[in-house]
């Protein structure tokens, strides 16, 4: 008797990755409280070395900018920019024209790849980065104030700042325990030593006097702030950074470098418990008001805007809750 004659093979699609869940964001939520506090910035250089060493990024820094020049000015014009994707009331406007101002951003690297920064998992990688940072920062400088739920309430946070760009989504993380993962395998695997993270980690490892420390001051006060800062500066920005980066991009970190960490950290948090919470929120918005107005004029203009931007008048209309940092 013939076997009866079988149908074709029906192979089940995979199940589609679960998105990624926003929560509300604004004036007295957790991510705009952390981002509202000067500590968020303290694990900001090792961020932005962390987006040098993605190899979009970094030929996108190296081709689109003067960074080898000024390797600062990146940062003094960035941060305001992007802290006020958060913290103004007019966020998800400014966080728009930021990734306008991204169209024209791409080309090959050194290796000939293509690159643009708007190819959606380098454009996350960049926003993880400052994810990352404000997470780290509550960590090292107010531990213990973030319960488990609180850190899948505040990654949702991020998520709805990411979804401020109007960007694809498809690379984000589902949860905080996703992205800790996923950030984990771009730092073992992805990220490399281009060009502009070798610049970046030689400053950091040797210092310039060819460089602008400061943004504002003139050059006595930026020679001042260097002896008094280079050390901390890079006692911070290496111990911030993920022990598999310093493993892999051989930065040096010795016990003594720890244990000074450690110390400096500790310092770091019984010094904010003497500032009041006001003070401290007041202070960062007049440090990014201050350096946002001294680096209007640098700022990126791309050569592509295919959505027109806002007039600047509107884009300083800031409520006394909002960080008035354009």
């Known amino acids: 008797m013939p076997a009866p004659a079988s149908g074709p093979t029906v192979t089940a699609a995979p199940p589609r990755p679960r998105a990624a869940a926003t929560a509300p964001l604004g004036p007295g939520t957790l991510l705009w409280r952390h981002a509202a506090d000067l500590r968020s910035l303290l694990p900001g250089a090792a961020a932005g070395l962390m987006q040098l060493l993605h190899p979009g990024i970094g030929a996108g820094v190296t081709e689109h900018s003067a960074f080898f020049d000024a390797p600062f000015d990146r940062i003094h014009r960035s941060v305001p920019q992007i802290w006020a994707t958060i913290l103004a009331p007019d966020g998800d406007a400014r966080a728009r024209t930021i990734r306008d101002l991204h169209r024209g951003i791409g080309g090959a690297d050194e290796h000939a790849r293509r690159y643009h920064a708007l190819e959606p998992e380098t454009f996350w990688w960049a926003h993880a980065t400052f994810t990352w940072e404000i ?192």
């Open 135 to 326: 997470f780290k920062a509550a960590e090292l400088f107010h531990p213990g104030t973030l319960t488990a739920e609180d850190h899948e309430r505040m990654y949702a946070e991020t998520v709805t700042w990411y979804a401020r760009y109007g960007v694809s989504m498809r690379p984000v993380p589902a949860d905080y325990a996703a992205f800790q993962s996923k950030f984990w395998h771009v730092c073992a695997e992805r990220l490399e030593l281009t060009p502009a993270a070798a610049r970046a980690l030689e400053i950091a490892k040797h210092g310039s006097d060819t460089i602008t420390l400061l943004p504002v001051g003139g050059p006595r006060l930026d020679r001042a702030g260097r002896l008094v800062a280079e050390r901390p500066l890079r006692l911070i920005t290496f111990g911030c950074l993920p022990a598999i980066v310093r493993d892999r991009f051989d930065i040096p970190w010795s016990a003594l470098d720890q244990a000074q960490f450690t110390a400096l950290a500790l310092a770091n948090r019984q010094g904010y418990r003497m500032i009041p919470t006001g003070i401290n929120h007041w202070a960062l918005r007049s440090m990014l008001r201050y350096i946002g107005a001294h680096t209007r004029d640098q700022r990126y203009v791309s050569a592509q805007r295919d959505a027109p931007l806002e007039p600047a008048s509107r884009r300083r209309r800031f409520s006394r809750q909002g960080a008035r940092v354009s």
